[in-house]
C-alpha cells in the first residue's frame, strides 16, 4: 500500500494543519524520548513519542477537542455524549471542561476505575453499560438520538482523525531524520491522521517513511480489512489492551489507512505485557497495554520480518492510563515473557526433606525463592502425595532453563505455571 496523495473526501492534510492551529495552548507538545535500549534490540535509533504524558493521559484529548470546538453554539448547548473504554472519554471530559459544554459518556462494564474516576473528575457524567465498546457505543448513539445532543465517535470522524493526526506533524518536526513509524490501532483515528500527515510531508521532502499499524492479535480486525478492501467487523475482542480492542475499523479512517499505511502487524498480549515492563524498568515510562504495542512490535522483532530496514524509527507511546490493579498482574506476565519470573508445579512425595532438596536445587542454581504453596490434596494427587508450586525470580530465558534442567537430573518433574 503505497501513497498516491494526501487528499480524501472525508479528511485533508491541511485539516491537520488547522487543528493544530485550535490545539494551541491546549494540548502539551510531547517529548521525543531516545530510546538505547530499544536501539540496542533492533539496531537502529529509537525514539519513543511520549503521549503518554499527554493532558488526560492519551493522544485523545487531540481529537476530542477539534471535533467540540466546531460544534456550534446550539450544538454545544445541548451537550455531548461518547463511548469510550476510557482515554476517549477523558479527552472528551477534558475537552467538555475546557468549551463549557455538558458531557455524558457511555463506558463499558469493567472498564478501569481509575480511567472512570478521571472521566468524572473532569466533570462528565459517566453511565458504565454495555460488555464491549461497541455496545457503549450503540448506547451512545441511541442517546444522541434520542436528545439531541451530539454524538462524539472516538475515531469515526474527520475532524476526530485531524485532530489525532497533530501528532505526525510534530513527530517529522521533532525527528526530521525520522524513516519508520510505529503506532497502535484500534479504530484508526490515530494511525490514519498520523499516516496522513508523515506521507504528505514525506513527499514534499521527496523520500519515504515508512507507517505501520500494530494491533492486538486478539483484536486485530485491520489485517483482514485490509485484505477485503473494507472494513470487517470481528465477532469478538479479547485483550488486556482496551485502548484499542476495537470490533470493526471504521469508515473514516480505513479509507486512510487502506491507502496510506505501508503494514499492520499484530503483536499477543503476553509480548505487549514484557514492552510495558520493559518500558517502566528501561524508560522509566507508564504505559498502558494499547501504547507499549509499538514497543512490543519492535521487541519481536516485527520489522526484520517485514524486511524493513529503517535507520531513525519513532514508537508512539499513544497513552499511559492503566488500572493499577492490571499493572500488578501486567508486571508479573510481562516478567515471565521475558524470562525474569517463573513459577512451576512439582508433583512430589509427601515426606519430610522434599522441599529442603529442591529449594537446595533452585539456590544452587542462583534463582530467588518469592513464593510457596504446598497442597496435600488436590486433583490428580494419590495418597501419600503433594504438590508444591513455586514462584522465583530469575535472569533470562537461559538461566530459566537452567533451573528446569537441575530439577529434571535431581528426579523431580517441574511443571510450567503461566
Known sequence: MQTTGTQFPNVRYEDIETARETLKGVTRLTSMDHSRALGRIVGSTVHLKCENLQRAGSFKARGAYVRMEALTPEEKSK?????????????????????NIKARIYMPLGAALPKVQATRDHGATVVLAGNTVDEALDLAARYAEETGATFIHPFDNPKIVAGQGTVGLEIVEQQPD????????????L???????????????????????????????????????????????????????????????FEVINELCDEVVTVTDDEIAAAIVFLLERSKMVVEPAGAAPVAALMTGKLQELGVESESIVAVLSGGNIDPMLMLKVIQVGLASAGRFLTVKIALRDRPGELQNISRIIAENDANVTRVDHSRVGAGLTMGGAHITIDMEIRGKEHSEQVLEALREAGYEPMVQV
Not at 85 to 97: F, R
Not at 221 to 227: E, G, I, T
Request: hydrophobic share 50%.
Open 79 to 99: 451537550g455531548v455524549v461518547a463511548a469510550s473504554a476510557g482515554n476517549h472519554a477523558q479527552g472528551v471530559a477534558l475537552a467538555a471542561s475546557q468549551l
Open 178 to 189: 525520522v524513516d519508520t513509524v510505529l503506532m497502535s490501532i484500534g479504530g484508526g483515528g
Open 191 to 253: 494511525l490514519a491522521g498520523t499516516a496522513l500527515a508523515i506521507k504528505e510531508q514525506a513527499r514534499r521532502q521527496g523520500r519515504h517513511i515508512n507507517v505501520i499499524g500494530v494491533q492486538a492479535e486478539n483484536a486485530a480486525a485491520y489485517p483482514p480489512s485490509l485484505v477485503a478492501g473494507k472494513p470487517v467487523a470481528l465477532d469478538n475482542v479479547a485483550t488486556i489492551a482496551d485502548g484499542i480492542a476495537v470490533g470493526r475499523p471504521g469508515d473514516v479512517p
